[in-house]
């Protein structure tokens, strides 16, 4: 049964299984002070959504927000790199007791997960985080996941967790994402601007609707906005897992979304196998390859991505990194497993297999990337 609907994110038959995103912004004052009331409201609508027979995992924010306040931190802590690290050590560990003790309330247990970008984009640490949360939802617990904040750097961070919550999702198996946002969803422009109005269901993410996303969020305390919200949906989308933007500005914010319907659906554009859902979520690339308009059709039908189609190669890389294939306007068109180093790949870019042994030293393998290892953007 597939999600037709923001108000069937709250029904087990259609979302056994539900992540939900809150951001810094709703969690705390400016102040840098929890704002526990709401998070009251939160915590028994959470309770309500298992009393359904839903499944809650819960994407928590809010660390570094708490914790530049402890510490008397600039700018919220995001000032630096270093203060951002030391931000969250301080206010993971206060965000995680109000976490338990809010959720203790409704006699459901709390289980922190904090992780690291690579903890997704590694396909064997992807798996152990997926049965660790499989077993934790299967034992009635609620996971509380955030990024590891204190010890991730600028290189591997995910840095906002609206990505975090849909690549949780695809590894907790969830069939739905909600991010609570401060605004009431995605508009069809600024939303400052009298006229905007609010788009309520997005088919597939393509250039009009990235184009909607320019204004973003205006809280300046987590580090989302529409953009990496957009990238989530995305991310989501490709493997089968519905998305909703809603506001969670007011009291029990997730009651109101789904009984009023109110908020921007992405729905699910397709169920990739597991490995490739995974595959088509990684978001750190480590080189870009540029292929030519009749490779880009070739790979659109289907077929692996040979060296002949190649016209440029950026970035290092070593073989079974992941790499982006754009189009020469710079499209992105897929992304995958690369079989070459990219010394190899520039070596044989634009070749045709028969000149490729001489250049490689030895026999070429069957592609560049194959398609089995490759997943269509
Ligand atoms: N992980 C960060 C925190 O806990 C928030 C990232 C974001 O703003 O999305 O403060």
């Excluded at 750097?153 to 907790?172: H, M, P, Y």
Aim: charged share 20%; hydrophobic share 50%.
């Amino acid at each position: 049964m597939s999600i037709a609907a923001i108000s069937q994110f709250g029904d087990a038959a259609a979302c056994p299984r539900l992540v939900l995103k809150v951001g810094s912004a709703l969690l705390v004052d400016r102040g840098g002070i929890v704002r526990r009331a709401w998070l009251e409201g939160l915590a028994a609508e959470i309770a309500e959504a298992r009393g359904r027979g839903q499944q809650v995992v819960v994407v928590s924010s809010g660390a570094i927000a708490l914790g530049a306040a402890r510490l008397g931190l600039a700018q919220g802590g995001r000032a630096s790199l270093a203060d951002a690290q030391a931000a969250a050590a301080v206010g993971q560990i206060a965000l995680s007791a109000v976490w338990a003790e809010l959720l203790g309330a409704h006699v459901l247990t709390a289980a922190q997960l904090l992780l690291t970008l690579d903890d997704l984009e590694d396909r064997r640490r992807y798996l152990n985080a997926s049965s660790t949360l499989a077993r934790l939802l299967e034992q009635g617990a609620v996971p509380v996941v955030n990024e590891n904040d204190s010890v991730a750097t600028a290189e591997i961070r995910f840095g906002d967790n609206d990505r975090l919550a849909a690549r949780v999702a695809q590894a907790a198996g969830a069939d739905a994402v909600i991010l609570l946002s401060d605004v009431d969803g995605l508009f069809d422009r600024d939303p400052r601007d009298p006229a905007a109005e609010l788009v309520r269901e997005v088919s597939g993410v393509d250039e009009t609707v990235r184009a909607m996303a320019g204004a973003g969020s205006g809280s300046g305390m987590g580090s989302g906005g529409m953009v990496s919200k957009l990238q989530a949906a995305e991310i989501a989308g490709r493997a089968g897992i519905a998305l909703a933007i809603v506001n969670g500005t007011h009291d029990r914010p997730l009651s109101r979304a789904l009984a009023q319907d109110r908020g921007t659906l992405f729905h699910a554009q397709r169920r990739d196998g597991g490995r490739k859902a995974w595959l088509g979520g990684r978001i750190a690339p480590a080189g870009v390859l540029t292929v030519d308009e009749g490779c880009a059709a070739a790979l659109g039908g289907g077929s692996s991505l040979l060296a002949a189609g190649v016209i440029a190669v950026d970035g290092e890389f070593a073989r079974g990194d992941l790499v982006t294939i754009h189009g020469a306007k710079g499209d992105r068109l897929a992304q995958g497993l690369i079989e070459y180093s990219a010394a190899e790949c520039r070596a044989i870019a634009g070749r045709k297999a028969g000149d490729q042994a001489e250049l490689l030293g030895y026999a070429p393998r069957a592609a560049v990337v194959h398609r089995d290892h490759m997943v269509l953007l």
